[in-house]
């Protein structure tokens, strides 16, 4: 058994959004695919402890941005490893209303698709949700973000809640890691924070005093090794 | 509304395999997707006509194969646009049988994936199987073939049957094409037919007269003008 050959099933990186009541939430998602064509069908895997799922379950609809390449890690960090529970991540990011109003992010999104929910099924820490495309449409020509470039471009920690997240790839990068007590980013010295400039390698006593978190913005004193 | 919009959600190509009581039989499929990680699971969407679906629901067991960036049109062919139903596949291929007792197929394959269904979900035209993870192995390092690889650079045809077949995308290849009469190969002048070493451009009449249907070897006079 090679978990690791887990990575070669493709997929990629997504911001799935809902709302309710006026209140709207979103979250990083990878676990996304067109399962049907006659009609145009998706299915969606979404964490049971998220508040997104709480709003696609009352609103019974959600959409999907699809991230461009050079999404920074800020962005994904705002949606992969934030909570909507604690913060408002719609007031943070660029965004506009679907035709089912329902909020669609448009930082770093090369299309987006529109959906209403049509079944769902129980998969224990998450649901799946089937729903039918209401709406798709192109935002830029840039490339899409897989997960796989995601994993190993950018040098993106994989959230917990991820579908794909695997415990040996976790244990095999606890070598020269911070972990950010504010937010929970971690900077590995072996990637680096290629978004703020700090090239791969560069351990974290030799980064600048000013850097600070690009995620959360915290400073160098709120980082604890681990 | 751009339908094309969808073909920005990442998938691969993949051999989903299934048998019972001796028999085996397979298919491509592009919609799979890992869903969860504690335990490992994914799902597959299959269409309802197909015979690996009639085996999946008897044996409650599939098995993945993830095809390579090179994985030829004839391989493709073979498994994505002839039935099971009048030939059997396996005898054309090479396969090993899984811990599970169901084949695998090995051609061009980076990695495979074992494993049991847990539950299921009708989509409509097709059945979506959530599995668990039995095994997951590497058997070669080369790199994953995308879908939308196969689509742009092989220039492949998209079965109808495909998860992902966009009617507009067909309408818009309806130009200098010629059917296999025998297996429904569709030769493509945009396209040429690399594989055979027949460059982008070349027009049917143009082929040379050894030509032969990539995926069932049938002669240029198979062939009518679509």
């Known amino acids: 058994m090679n978990l690791d050959a887990l990575f070669s099933l493709n997929c990629g990186m997504y911001i799935i959004s809902s709302g ?19 009609p145009n069908q998706i299915i969606a ?7 997104t799922l709480e709003y696609i379950k009352k609103s019974g609809l959600y959409n999907i941005s699809v991230l461009d390449k050079d999404a920074p890690l800020q ?26 109003k329902i909020p669609i992010v448009t930082d770093h999104t090369v299309s987006y698709v529109e959906t209403k929910v049509v079944s769902k099924l129980d998969a224990g820490t998450h649901v799946l949700f089937l729903s039918e495309v209401l709406e798709s449409e192109f935002l830029t020509k840039e490339e899409p973000m897989t997960y796989n470039y995601y994993r190993d471009v950018k040098g993106g920690k994989v959230p917990r809640t991820a579908a794909t997240f695997h415990p040996e ?19 590995d010295s072996r990637y680096g924070d290629p978004d703020s400039g700090i090239d791969c390698g560069v351990l974290f006593k030799d980064l600048p005093e000013d850097w600070v978190c690009p995620i959360c913005g915290a400073g160098k004193d709120k980082f604890v090794k681990i």
Chains 1, 2 share one sequence.
């Open 45 to 51: 895997s979404v964490n049971k402890e998220s508040l």
């Open 169 to 187: 790839e976790a244990d095999k990068a606890e070598i020269e890691r911070h972990r950010c007590t504010v937010c929970g980013y971690i900077y």
């Open 75 to 100: 962005l994904i960090g705002l949606f992969g490893f934030q909570t909507g529970k604690k913060i408002d991540k719609f007031s943070k990011s660029q965004f506009i209303l679907g035709k089912n």
């Open 20 to 38: 309710y009541n006026g209140k709207y939430n979103g979250m990083i998602i990878n676990a996304l695919v067109q399962v049907t064509a006659f």
